[in-house]
């Protein structure tokens, strides 16, 4: 239990796919060129994955808890067995929870997240299917209610992605996640009704997570002009293209039970991009070619559909009355280098400081319960 007087639920957590999760379970005819793992001639272990140009160290994406410094210091010699075992040994996890005050996690991929931009999507959709093969494993190793996993679909075709939703929900996974971009047209278009449908209808949120958009994969983020910290600042950008799809697309309008999560894009900057797409559509809408056709406002779909997951983004605390808290979701990003583990306590409890105890619960515990209408009587207090 958390110092806060409950157990804080991590709305985006993440396995690191050992060796195995795609050469044992992928489709035979791909096996021969799986993503594995490698060592390179630093030492590192790094994730190799056929048909992509840029490597995954496994030592700077499982990072969490090391000082800036010896981050740093994980360019040689960090291998995989030197990971937190609890990344893809699911019998540790609970130790670690316990260690940041964290009782449940959602459950995100590591690799899966590189595959999300790979241009072969049929490669693609055998390597997540994989990946759901060995997730469902994976959970099944930890106590009921301490971890929720999430499907992987490549969208490869409507069709296709609409049985890895059925096929996620059947395998006990509570959403599904999403690639940035589909292989036809673009999430707007009328061709992906059915699949919007078919989401709603099973109750299985839609997560964009960054790093997961063409365009918008670690190395192209990092080619900014100037320090690469100036590449940092763009991840966010992903996320809010998709989100302003649904939104001005009318998607929300045409599927009111949709539920669509941003992952670790953060939150604060909700309030301006809300005022600013508003602003857009009212002013300049019918100029730019866009119309005005929606229902309501794009901000009203902001706060009735979307849910941003965050980690040490202590604006979006500061501004969470500017926007629906209900829709505010914490999260620890466990085991990745920008994960708040172990120092979660500490940091939520200086950054929500001047919430009400009922806000706090509701970001750090009850909305996400709500999101994916998680059981309640199975998850710790």
Avoid at 194 to 200: E, F, I, K, M, T
Avoid at 229 to 252: E, S, T
Wanted: glycine share 8%; hydrophobic share 40%; charged share 25%.
């Amino acid at each position: 239990m958390s110092s806060l007087g409950f157990g804080f639920i991590s709305a985006d957590s993440h396995i690191v796919e050992p060796a195995n999760c795609y050469t044992d379970f992928i489709d035979p005819k791909f096996r021969d060129r799986a993503p594995t793992i490698e060592r390179d001639a630093t030492g590192n272990d790094i994730y190799v994955i056929p048909g992509m140009d840029s490597t995954i160290p496994l030592g700077l994406v499982a990072a969490a808890g090391l000082t800036p410094e010896d981050l740093a210091g994980r360019r040689e010699g960090c291998t995989f067995e030197s990971l937190h075992r609890s990344g893809w040994d699911a019998s540790c996890r609970v130790a670690d929870q316990d260690r940041d005050g964290v009782v449940s996690e959602i459950i995100y991929p590591s690799v899966g997240m590189a595959l999300c931009n790979h241009s072969d999507f049929a490669y693609k959709t055998a390597c997540m299917h994989a990946y759901n093969e060995w997730l469902e494993s994976y959970i099944s190793d930890a106590p009921e209610g301490r971890l929720f996993g999430l499907g992987q679909t490549s969208c490869e075709s409507v069709e296709q992605s609409i049985k890895d939703i059925q096929d996620a929900k059947k395998k006990g996974f509570v959403g599904i996640m999403m690639p940035g971009n589909p292989q036809h047209e673009d999430y707007d278009h009328p061709m992906y009704d059915d699949l919007w449908a078919c989401a709603a209808e099973l109750e299985m949120p839609l997560s964009f997570h960054i790093l997961t958009s063409k365009g918008g994969s670690v190395d192209e983020v990092l080619m900014a002009r100037g320090n690469k910290i100036n590449g940092f600042l763009n991840i966010i950008r992903g996320v809010q293209d998709v989100m302003g799809l649904f939104v001005l697309g009318g998607i929300f309008d045409r599927h009111p039970k949709l539920k669509f999560i941003a992952a670790e894009a953060d939150a604060g900057w909700l309030p301006h991009y809300a005022y600013r797409m508003d602003h857009a559509y009212e002013r300049h809408g019918l100029w730019l070619g866009g119309g005005k056709n929606l229902e309501k406002m794009p901000s009203d779909y902001l706060n009735d559909h979307v849910w941003l997951t965050f980690q040490d983004d202590w604006i979006a605390f500061k501004v969470a009355n500017l926007m629906n808290p209900k829709k505010l979701v914490w999260a620890n990003d466990f085991p990745h280098s920008d994960a708040t583990w172990p120092w979660s306590q500490e940091l939520v409890e200086k950054h929500s400081a001047h919430l009400t105890d009922e806000q706090r619960r509701w970001i750090m515990r009850d909305n996400i319960i709500e999101c994916y209408n998680l059981p309640i009587d199975k998850i710790p207090a």
